[in-house]
């Protein structure tokens, strides 16, 4: 069977740390830096747990300012 798995690519230069996709992701892959800022002041959003994203993009569909870029894949 295919295994299918995703990645995102975060603009943390203009990730204002709404938390939006933290809460959105099924998979609890997001999370916010909690002891760095980005540039603006805020603690912006990253990959937490890299290897439990499913590609599925509900983050990038919740981000205000289109900060997440989502690439999915399927191994076979
Ligand atoms: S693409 Fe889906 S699984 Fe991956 S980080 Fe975004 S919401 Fe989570
Ligand atoms: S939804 Fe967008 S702006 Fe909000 S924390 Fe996530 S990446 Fe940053």
Redesign the pocket.
Known sequence: MAKIF?T?DIDFAHCKGCNL?VV????H??ALKQTEVNDRGYNYAY?AEPD?????????LVCPDAC?E?YKFIAK
């Open positions: 995703g995102v996709c959105a992701c099924p998979t892959t997001l990959m439990t994203c499913i590609g599925c993009a509900a983050c990038s997440i989502v």
